[in-house]
């Protein structure tokens, strides 16, 4: 037991190790270009299928071109660009480390933007190559000859060696290739059509205002500013709104579901541009338009599958309208709502994709989150889902009270399809057959296919994902790679030459071309054989040649049913055109419109806002009006209230003089009343005093009077 603990510890530690280890990934690639058909490798258990754009690609994924078909991987700004019959293996795809092996064919490699610490590695079966710098390069792999070629047009690469790295630089081509053990030499570069095609690509790759918002290292990037406009809310900061879709358009609404490993359920959109805001930040309806807004500017933001919210379960139902079956929905997340995944993920992952959810006061953000809920949601039967078929088309209409009642799924695993569910329906459309190494791809049931090989028997039904193969030595001085067989098709990596590579020779041209030396060979034998073998060599010649004709026939029906059948991808793809035509005209009548209707609110906005200047203007001069009358009103009281307090102290006077009058009467009869008195001694005249008291001529009118009567008396007794 003291042996069995540790040893169950050590275990389980290495378990929660490898757990940790295997979190879902935060950088994810995307096919972003179809030229032809390609295949995609996803699902071990779904083998090799057709490729789609805006194909989630991961490590352990696979991308297969088919003849006349060329692809674009993307993995933010890494743009992969693949030639016909050629095969990418992504063994490691993560934050910091692209990982892939070119089997076989032609790669056009443009690294647009370069952050030190990362690694880009790319590998054939005979070498591998470290990307180092920004720049342009090209890697060519011949698995049949056993040669792979590293072409550097801008930038600088590296090759790892028995003698350890030596530096590629611009302009220099590394040839690898075995003889008795890898061996290495140096040559010129040299141009082929997929460079061409890849410059062409190169020009539609638009930066302006886009990386100002978002980092170069969220895949999808290089499609906003050709596809949108960018501007500025007060809320919620940078918000990106497209220009270039429907009337009804609303968030994951036109495209469709695909289960892709790790992570399940995973939105598909059906626009070009329909990668970054779909897998990263959240959506908001702001100016009457659906805004896309990526949060603030991080630089490795993480990848979601889908950022939504999923409504249905519990008996919810979405009416009558929507037939038989269940149902489930799905609205768009708003800014101001937490992510929660429907997988295993561990908590740094979560937190890295909630990282741009903003905090906006919910009196603000409460009616953009019913918005997306009540207007934005999406719902279909749960069927068209399982089956991968497009959204759009198969919409049931549900009245917004009715979405706003149904339960937000706190679990979506339990109402939506299971992977079993997801391959069951998907039957009907049934995995393709895996690549072949013949000029075709066998493909059962085209005309002149070969059968397709067994899984066990070809070794492309499975990629290996194997690890890089051992490093080369540098060939002796002088040395150069084996020239190319006669027969042999053109390579490639075969020596540089201007003139461009020949084409690839049709099925029985080769038979056609050694006809004439054979018919040669066999007069030279039938004169050695002498007449009598003769007449039997002749039928034989005969025979041969009745089959040769009956061959060239075939063939030649062949190449007609294939003229036929590129004349039909012609049709159909100038038919297409004029659909996208068509469509683009009426977006841009759409977008007319729209600016029209823009235009006309503006106006009203303007008018209103002049009439309200107005309202205002008229609304100061009645107050100005109103403040000048109630000062008048208050100067008027204070006139009124200072003359009836003049008319107080008027009458008060006047009731005082007749006081003092009547005094003064009184004082007159009360002396002509009295006996005459004896007269005093006269005494010594005294000084007066001075007088106290308000001067003479000054006080009220009763004061001055009595003091001269008093005066008057006070004469008459001195005398």
């Given at each position: 037991?003291?042996?069995?603990?540790?040893?169950?510890?050590?275990?389980?530690?290495?378990?929660?190790?490898?757990?940790?280890?295997?979190?879902?990934?935060?950088?994810?690639?995307?096919?972003?270009?179809?030229?032809?058909?390609?295949?995609?490798?996803?699902?071990?258990?779904?083998?090799?299928?057709?490729?789609?754009?805006?194909?989630?690609?991961?490590?352990?994924?696979?991308?297969?071109?088919?003849?006349?078909?060329?692809?674009?991987?993307?993995?933010?700004?890494?743009?992969?660009?693949?030639?016909?019959?050629?095969?990418?293996?992504?063994?490691?795809?993560?934050?910091?480390?692209?990982?892939?092996?070119?089997?076989?064919?032609?790669?056009?490699?443009?690294?647009?933007?370069?952050?030190?610490g990362n690694v880009v590695r790319l590998s054939t079966p005979q070498a591998s190559f470290l990307l180092q710098s920004e720049g342009r390069y090209r890697l060519d792999s011949d698995p049949d000859r056993g040669e792979s070629r590293l072409s550097v047009f801008a930038g600088t690469a590296g090759l790892q060696t028995a003698g350890g790295r030596i530096r590629v630089s611009a302009g220099q081509s590394v040839v690898v290739w075995d003889?008795?053990?890898?061996?290495?030499?140096?040559?010129?570069?040299?141009?082929?059509?997929?460079?061409?095609?890849?410059?062409?690509?190169?020009?539609?790759?638009?930066?302006?205002?886009?990386?100002?918002?978002?980092?170069?290292?969220?895949?999808?990037?290089?499609?906003?500013?050709?596809?949108?406009?960018?501007?500025?809310?007060?809320?919620?900061?940078?918000?990106?709104?497209?220009?270039?879709?429907?009337?009804?358009?609303?968030?994951?609404?036109?495209?469709?579901?695909?289960?892709?490993?790790?992570?399940?359920?995973?939105?598909?959109?059906?626009?070009?541009?329909?990668?970054?805001?779909?897998?990263?930040?959240?959506?908001?309806?702001?100016?009457?338009?659906?805004?896309w807004c990526p949060g603030r500017r991080v630089d490795r933001p993480a990848w979601a599958p889908a950022l939504v919210g999923f409504i249905g379960g519990g008996g919810w139902s979405a009416g009558a309208s929507s037939g038989g079956g269940p149902v489930v929905g799905w609205f768009p997340l708003a800014p101001s709502e937490p992510y929660r995944p429907w997988y295993k993920a561990s908590k740094t992952y979560v937190t890295r994709v909630n990282a741009v959810v903003r905090n906006v006061p919910a009196a603000v953000s409460r009616p953009h989150v019913e918005w997306n809920r009540d207007r934005g949601a999406t719902v279909v039967h749960r069927d068209v889902l399982a089956a991968g078929r497009p959204v759009q088309q198969s919409r049931v209409?549900?009245?917004?009270?009715?979405?706003?009642?149904?339960?937000?799924?706190?679990?979506?695993?339990?109402?939506?399809?299971?992977?079993?569910?997801?391959?069951?329906?998907?039957?009907?459309?049934?995995?393709?057959?895996?690549?072949?190494?013949?000029?075709?791809?066998?493909?059962?049931?085209?005309?002149?296919?070969?059968?397709?090989?067994?899984?066990?028997?070809?070794?492309?039904?499975?990629?290996?994902?194997?690890?890089?193969?051992?490093?080369?030595?540098?060939?002796?001085?002088?040395?150069?790679?084996?020239?190319?067989?006669?027969?042999?098709?053109?390579?490639?990596?075969?020596?540089?030459?201007?003139?461009?590579?020949?084409?690839?020779?049709?099925?029985?041209?080769?038979?056609?071309?050694?006809?004439?030396?054979?018919?040669?060979?066999?007069?030279?034998?039938?004169?050695?054989?002498?007449?009598?073998?003769?007449?039997?060599?002749?039928?034989?010649?005969?025979?041969?040649?009745?089959?040769?004709?009956?061959?060239?026939?075939?063939?030649?029906?062949?190449?007609?049913?294939?003229?036929?059948?590129?004349?039909?991808?012609?049709?159909?793809?100038?038919?297409?055109?004029?659909?996208?035509?068509?469509?683009?005209?009426?977006?841009?009548?759409?977008?007319?419109?729209?600016?029209?209707?823009?235009?006309?609110?503006?106006?009203?906005?303007?008018?209103?806002?002049?009439?309200?200047?107005?309202?205002?203007?008229?609304?100061?001069?009645?107050?100005?009006?109103?403040?000048?009358?109630?000062?008048?009103?208050?100067?008027?009281?204070?006139?009124?209230?200072?003359?009836?307090?003049?008319?107080?102290?008027?009458?008060?006077?006047?009731?005082?003089?007749?006081?003092?009058?009547?005094?003064?009467?009184?004082?007159?009869?009360?002396?002509?009343?009295?006996?005459?008195?004896?007269?005093?001694?006269?005494?010594?005249?005294?000084?007066?005093?001075?007088?106290?008291?308000?001067?003479?001529?000054?006080?009220?009118?009763?004061?001055?009077?009595?003091?001269?009567?008093?005066?008057?008396?006070?004469?008459?007794?001195?005398?």
């Open positions: 037991m003291r042996f069995f603990l540790p040893a169950l510890l050590a275990l389980a530690a290495a378990v929660a190790g490898n757990a940790f280890a295997q979190d879902v990934p935060g950088r994810v690639g995307r096919v972003s270009a179809l030229e032809g058909s390609s295949a995609l490798y996803q699902d071990p258990d779904r083998g090799w299928e057709d490729a789609y754009v805006n194909a989630p690609v991961t490590s352990r994924n696979s991308v297969w071109t088919d003849p006349d078909s060329r692809a674009e991987v993307v993995v933010g700004p890494i743009a992969l660009r693949l030639e016909e019959e050629s095969q990418l293996d992504v063994s490691v795809l993560d934050d910091a480390t692209l990982d892939a092996t070119l089997e076989r064919g032609s790669l056009a490699a443009r690294l647009r933007h370069f952050r030190p003889d008795d053990g890898a061996r290495y030499a140096f040559q010129d570069v040299s141009e082929a059509e997929i460079d061409r095609w890849a410059r062409a690509r190169d020009a539609k790759w638009v930066e302006r205002r886009t990386p100002e918002f978002v980092s170069y290292e969220m895949t999808g990037y290089e499609d906003l500013d050709a596809y949108g406009e960018w501007a500025e809310d007060p809320v919620y900061g940078a918000v990106w709104f497209p220009t270039r879709v429907q009337e009804d358009w609303a968030p994951y609404r036109y495209g469709r579901w695909a289960f892709v490993r790790p992570w399940g359920w995973t939105w598909v959109d059906a626009e070009p541009w329909g990668y970054a805001p779909f897998h990263y930040g959240r959506w908001v309806h702001v100016r009457d338009r659906w805004a209409n549900v009245r917004a009270d009715v979405v706003r009642r149904a339960p937000v799924a706190a679990a979506p695993l339990d109402i939506l399809p299971s992977r079993d569910e997801a391959h069951r329906a998907q039957r009907n459309a049934p995995a393709r057959s895996a690549p072949g190494r013949g000029n075709a791809l066998a493909r059962p049931g085209s005309p002149g296919a070969p059968a397709a090989p067994a899984a066990a028997a070809n070794p492309l039904a499975r990629p290996s994902f194997a690890k890089p193969p051992a490093p080369p030595r540098a060939a002796a001085r002088g040395a150069a790679p084996p020239p190319a067989p006669p027969a042999a098709r053109p390579n490639p990596v075969a020596a540089p030459s201007p003139a461009p590579p020949a084409a690839v020779p049709r099925p029985g041209e080769a038979r056609q071309r050694e006809e004439p030396q054979r018919r040669g060979q066999d007069a030279q034998r039938d004169r050695e054989r002498g007449a009598p073998g003769m007449e039997r060599e002749r039928e034989r010649a005969a025979r041969e040649a009745d089959a040769q004709r009956q061959r060239a026939a075939g063939e030649a029906q062949q190449r007609e049913a294939q003229q036929r059948e590129a004349q039909q991808r012609a049709a159909q793809e100038q038919q297409r055109e004029r659909g996208e035509a068509e469509k683009q005209r009426a977006r841009e009548a759409q977008q007319q419109e729209r600016a029209a209707r823009e235009a006309q609110q503006r106006d009203r906005a303007a008018a209103e806002a002049a009439q309200q200047r107005e309202r205002q203007a008229q609304e100061q001069q009645r107050a100005t009006r109103e403040a000048a009358q109630q000062q008048q009103k208050a100067a008027q009281e204070q006139q009124r209230a200072a003359r009836e307090a003049a008319q107080q102290q008027q009458k008060a006077a006047e009731a005082q003089q007749r006081a003092a009058q009547e005094q003064q009467r009184r004082a007159a009869e009360a002396q002509k009343a009295e006996p005459p008195k004896a007269e005093p001694p006269k005494a010594e005249p005294q000084k007066a005093e001075p007088r106290r008291g308000p001067p003479p001529g000054r006080g009220p009118p009763e004061e001055r009077e009595k003091r001269e009567d008093e005066g008057k008396r006070g004469r008459g007794e001195g005398g």
